[in-house]
């Protein structure tokens, strides 16, 4: 039954969150640089945090919630906070059946074409990052 809690979120999240990072791509300047920078951040954290499952998960996590907050519409971003919290359980077992290179390799995908400013490859890095992880799931 777990694994249907988290094939429910990543179908959740895979509505919503392609279309965030295609609107993150498209952000004017300032915040772009902003956000640009933040994500870095958040990549930095998760790459020091593998091994240490806790804080590369809440590293993960804040990446997503920067950019739900960051696209223009912060209904999205509340939305994602509020699923995360109601779903840590799953977000710690996905962790566990993913591993951590999995995160690392489309987070880094997702942050370079936001920072190319190229929201059709945003939207699809994002896409291929949930879409590879609701496979996986679909095969256990």
Do not use: W
């Amino acid at each position: 039954s777990d694994y249907i809690d988290i094939s429910k979120l990543l179908s959740f999240r895979l509505m919503i969150e392609p279309n965030a990072s295609e609107m993150c791509a498209g952000l004017d300047s300032e915040k772009h640089n902003e956000l640009v920078a933040r994500l870095k951040e958040s990549l930095e954290d998760m790459r020091k945090s593998v091994d240490d499952r806790e804080n590369f998960i809440k590293a993960d996590l804040q990446f997503h919630k920067l950019l739900g907050f960051a696209c223009g519409n912060e209904l999205i971003g509340m939305a994602l906070s509020d699923v995360f919290g109601a779903t840590e359980k799953a977000a710690k077992d996905t962790n566990q059946i993913f591993g951590y290179e999995h995160g690392l390799k489309f987070h880094q995908r997702i942050l370079e074409a936001i920072e190319k400013k190229d929201p059709k490859a945003a939207k699809k890095a994002m896409g291929q990052h949930l879409k590879d992880a609701l496979e996986k799931i679909s095969d256990k």
